[in-house]
């Protein structure tokens, strides 16, 4: 079993790198905050007697060495960058269960026979930094180091002289680093396992995604004089399509979900029939399918509007990832586990994008979830609590176990 | 008859203070601009033989003196401040139409019984400084002087300030001139008289509006990990009331008018469910008891929607103004001066707020339209036909003139 103050102890630790009033943590990628969280997490890894390998975008993996070197490592991972307005536990709990699950082997002395690697990912939010979960995207091919290097924040800062400036631009060619397989725990950020009262959720897969940006064009008129039977208002079309995503979504549970998250109208003023409204739509689906078919039907549905209403709109995909199913022998470790310990469980779906999913591109991989204060993430009260996190690091452990040997 | 080139050029003169790019103009409300466009007016007032009196909230009164001085004046007048990006037309109009009367009567050497008076109103538009239609608010009591000494810009600027620093604050108090009628020549700013191919608008009246701030209170939460059925998603909600707003207005025809303008999303995040949404609501009417139904039937649905579900919500009204009917003897003039110089002609409801509707409140009050390109205004790219503007002053000459007694 693993020590869950000690966990607790450095989480609060870390947390305290760029805490916020709220008590939450704001640490974005590539800052002196980030660079000081790094320091600390590869000091404690030092301390724990691993050695540490960077790679040339910035992912830190700390390596426990095994009886057999020559075996690729059971890695465990997750990032410690956060949101501008993030939490204590998102991705930062998941690297810091590994530390815990090392430090407890070095306590107990448990030699494995494949090493154990510790990871942390380069810019897994993508808030300051596009594409979100970047260096674990860069490792596993999905996008080229260049287009990583490339990208600026809004002061026109790259990843590439940012990464230098905090010291953390690596030599390891990234991808060049052998994984035996992953595993992830991360806080659900949902509220499934707190709505069921179960402390570990065994996540099988992650939902796919697409993303999409929306713009329906009528024309802005001054909301007295013009008739109601004249108008072409751009935001009355545009509930419709709204309403419709998340009817989409509801066409196919319980994985189906839709979301318009962002609307931006123009002008944007009280008297002013709106001439052109942009929004952003979500579709996810765990079956690429079912996600392929909500596309297809959206897709219908803003053709229909289009004719019906006469005005003009165009829907471009940004953004697309299929599901990820995780390995049977990985989703099998993280449930025997949780089995084993007695803890409550169910499975969960994971609904949101982790570095896991790029894992899984090269290794076997699973996750595990456990609860949060309400299913919030990505918000200075983002809250879990200590007995949850410190099943969710027994379980980490005792699955890291059975894939490395002992 | 009036002189249209004349006043064409006029228009165009003082279109080039503040002039934008794309043709508009911008010529905020007590700003630099806005005195060299009243110092223009002005002066092209005393070279037109009026005496000039300006008030404490700045509006400008130019007399031509009748035979029987003791007589109140016949009146004409409107704005010369803009929207930031407003057009040449919308206001100007009015006071270089009221100025292109006195110039005729001056050319025809036609003395007037009772005194004739141009005059303009201080910040109608209410772009820089809130309420609307100041100058003719304070003027007819709406609200009192100090509090729109008191309203400040977005730099924290006040209307008592700006108004001293352009040398436009006069010593009259407001209201205390007398007022025998008041015309006022405008663009439609709608698109009505286009779409039915009118040249001259009879307005025998003024929509009463109710403005609303509703706002719908969710829960913010990630997109991907929150199943469809425990989600508080504010917008979705929202989108049922924006829609309502526009059948409410369908429900009232000819004149209801329902319209949502503007919205602002918590946290406006494309994967993230709405926490929050804020809506503007904008009905009208032009009969104050349906324009009550409509208010009472938005009230309804909100409460109908809240318990539906189960979000909190708000809906305040933040301005109210009763419908404004304009007097039979002056709506009665306007129709005959049309009907005697053959232009066609139709009646067309105000459905945007005017000086008049302030004025009419002490006076007998009336309206002429004119067409405007596409009914816009309220946008760089507001035209109107030069014909159709002389048409208007001609109508507007000869009512005045009906009123004032050759
Ligand atoms: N974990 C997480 O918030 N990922 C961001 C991408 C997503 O919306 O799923
Ligand atoms: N004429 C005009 O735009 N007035 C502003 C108030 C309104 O929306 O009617």
Redesign the interface.
């Known amino acids: 079993r693993i020590n869950g103050e000690r966990l607790w102890a450095s989480l609060m630790e870390l947390a305290k790198i760029g805490a916020t009033p709220k008590g939450g943590v704001k640490r974005l990628a590539l800052t002196d905050l980030d660079k000081q969280g790094r320091d600390l997490v590869v000091g404690w890894g030092r301390e724990a007697g691993m050695s540490i390998t960077v790679d040339q975008i910035g992912n830190v993996f700390m390596r426990r060495e095994g009886r057999n070197p020559a075996l690729a490592p059971i890695m465990t991972g997750s990032h410690i960058d956060t949101q501008p307005t993030g939490g204590k536990f998102d991705g930062n709990y998941g690297v810091l269960a590994g530390l815990e699950v090392v430090r407890t082997l070095n306590d107990q002395g448990i030699e494995t026979e494949a090493p154990v690697e510790v990871a942390f990912w380069t810019n897994e939010e993508g808030s300051r930094f596009v594409p979100v979960m970047m260096g674990s995207g860069v490792f596993c091919g999905a996008f080229s180091l260049e287009t990583a290097y490339a990208a600026k924040d809004t002061e026109g800062k790259s990843v590439r002289d940012e990464l230098a400036r905090i010291g953390y631009m690596g030599e390891q060619v990234p991808g060049q680093h052998p994984i035996g397989a992953y595993f992830e725990t991360h806080i659900?950020?949902?509220?499934?396992l707190e709505?069921a009262d179960k402390v570990i959720g065994v996540v099988p897969a992650v939902?796919g995604?697409s993303?999409y940006d929306c713009v329906v064009t009528g024309?802005?008129?001054?909301?007295?004089?013009?008739?109601?039977g004249?108008r072409k208002?751009a935001?009355?079309v545009s509930?419709?399509i709204?309403?419709e995503v998340?009817k989409i979504?509801?066409r196919y549970?319980?994985y189906?979900?839709?979301?318009?998250?962002?609307?931006q109208?123009f002008p944007?003023?009280?008297?002013?029939?709106?001439g052109e409204v942009k929004f952003?739509i979500?579709l996810?689906n765990v079956n690429d399918e079912l996600l392929n078919t909500m596309h297809e039907e959206m897709l219908a549905f803003i053709d229909k509007t289009r004719s019906d209403s006469g005005l003009a709109m165009s829907i471009e995909r940004v953004s697309y990832y299929p599901p990820c199913p995780f390995h049977p022998d990985c989703v099998g470790a993280v449930r025997e586990a949780t089995a084993k310990l007695g803890y409550s469980t169910m499975d969960v779906v994971?609904?949101?994008?982790h570095d896991a999913i790029y894992a899984a591109r090269l290794a076997p991989a699973g996750m595990i979830f456990v609860p949060c204060k309400?299913?919030?993430?990505?918000?200075e009260i983002e809250d879990a609590r200590s007995d949850h996190l410190e099943a969710g690091c027994n379980v980490l452990l005792h699955a890291m176990l059975e894939r490395a040997k002992i």
């Open positions: 659900e950020q949902g509220p499934v709505d939902m995604l993303w024309m802005e008129a001054h909301a007295g004089p013009t008739p109601m004249l208002d935001l009355q509930t419709y709204m309403q998340v979504a509801n549970p319980p189906g979900r839709g979301t318009v998250g962002m609307v109208l944007n003023s009280r008297n002013v029939i709106p952003s979500d996810r994971s609904g949101a994008g309400d299913g919030i993430s990505h918000n």
